[in-house]
């Protein structure tokens, strides 16, 4: 008789004794939980963006009834994007050990055969493909973002997007099949008869609670150089694996971590000198043109604020000094109720150069163009001569090296 054990068809050829119900269940449950706040956290975010106030701040098409839950994103409290952000990051970096350990517990099933026996088994197949292959994608597109500092040019939120609503969905229909039997094999320490089981199991090197350990502990590991790029203080030293926790900004008062640099950005000192530099607000009675030392004789006001990225990072509440939006907007004829403003940089390429704003947030008397940060004039890299400065938004609406404000319905 031929060896068929050799080939992963056969259920001999994985011989590793500690697949089994018991092993699968606890991290497939750890991953229900982590996966469904991930999701959440993932649509708040995007939410964050104001998506569907303008197509510059995102061109995602027909996001139609995927767009269904969007929201006017509120102003507080000031850590709120700071907060979500973070866990997302956070905790999708810390479950890459249980994502691998839970696929690798399955994978005799990948090989399985035959690979289809029946109309039902084929479609638990296909939605186990978009589980697996969605999992994978939304992971990889995750920290390729995060690592790689926007690797998708003005495409990573649509690819994340869309991959976020086909793996819940194929995570949900999973979840709805397994959870009592994972439940069951939880409770009951169920071993034995379950396909998962190699039929000549090796002998083993670690019990199989050994191997949550480890695995637990690697998510640990994973844990702790992460999360302090959102903690800040003296934690941030420890964020090892996050690019922006460790880049040295250097120290004073503009010492916080920086995104794009104005050289990257193609910001000449030139484009930004006070001879130069004209602030261009325009609304319903029309343009004003503001040098910088008009722009001082108006109220100046402060308000204590976070940068919070996308990816993870954020900084501690820095000290922000400059003119409010909501003033800016009363100069071009909306006072009281100021519309909708779209913010342009002098940046000239690059996703980042222009953000909308919602009418809430040009409310919120927190909401500043800023030109002092922490008692001193913006740096170069944090957007002198002026930028923006809103409460609990994404980092990516506070455009620096601003100038130009166009208020009015988007
Ligand atoms: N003009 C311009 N503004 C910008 C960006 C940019 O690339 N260009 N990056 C944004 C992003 S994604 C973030 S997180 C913040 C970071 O601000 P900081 O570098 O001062 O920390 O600036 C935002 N403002
Ligand atoms: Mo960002």
Request: charged fraction near 15%; glycine fraction near 10%.
């Amino acid at each position: 008789m031929r060896d068929h054990s050799r080939l992963p068809t056969s259920p001999g050829f994985w011989r590793s004794p500690l697949r089994g119900s018991w092993f699968t269940s606890v991290l497939g449950l750890v991953l229900l939980v982590g996966i469904t706040v991930m999701f959440v956290t993932g649509l708040v975010s995007y939410a964050a963006y104001n998506p569907d106030l303008s197509r510059v701040n995102d061109t995602t098409p027909d996001k139609g009834i995927l767009g269904f839950y969007l929201f006017a994103w509120p102003t507080g409290p000031v850590w709120l994007y700071r907060f979500t952000q973070g866990l997302h990051v956070t905790l999708g970096i810390t479950l890459i050990p249980v994502l691998l350990a839970k696929l690798w517990s399955v994978v005799p099933k990948l090989f399985a055969l035959p690979p289809v026996r029946s109309v039902t088994h084929g479609l638990e197949r296909i939605s186990l493909l978009l589980l697996v292959g969605g999992g994978l994608f939304e992971f990889t597109t995750g920290v390729l973002n995060v690592q790689l500092d926007y690797v998708f040019p003005g495409s990573f939120y649509p690819l994340h997007f869309y991959g976020a609503w086909v793996f819940f969905a194929a995570f949900v229909a999973h979840a709805v099949l397994k959870v009592p039997t994972a439940l069951r094999a939880v409770r009951h320490r169920l071993r034995e008869g379950s396909y998962l089981e190699s039929p000549r199991p090796a002998a083993p090197t670690v019990s199989r609670r050994g191997a949550l350990w480890l695995v637990g502990g690697g998510s640990l590991l994973l844990f702790a150089t992460t999360v302090g790029q959102t903690l800040g203080g003296p934690f941030r030293r420890t964020a090892l694996l996050a690019p922006h926790g460790t880049a040295d900004p250097g120290g004073g008062p503009n010492g916080f971590q920086i995104n794009k640099t104005a050289a990257y950005a193609g910001i000449t000192a030139a484009d930004v000198h006070e001879d130069n530099w004209r602030l261009v607000v325009t609304g319903r009675t029309g343009t004003v043109r503001l040098t910088r030392a008009q722009l001082l004789q108006l109220p100046l006001h402060s308000s204590s604020l976070p940068i919070a990225c996308v990816e993870g990072w954020s900084t501690a509440d820095q000290w922000w000094r400059g003119v409010r939006l909501r003033d800016l907007a009363a100069l071009v004829g909306y006072e009281g109720d100021p519309p909708d403003v779209l913010v342009e940089s002098l940046q000239r390429h690059g996703a980042f150069r222009r953000a909308a704003l919602r009418a809430n947030q040009v409310a919120d008397g927190r909401s500043l163009l800023a030109l002092y940060v922490n008692g001193e004039e913006l740096s170069p890299d944090h957007g002198h001569p002026a930028r923006i400065i809103v409460p609990a938004a994404p980092g990516v609406l506070n455009t620096k090296w601003v100038a130009r404000l166009t208020f009015g319905d988007l």
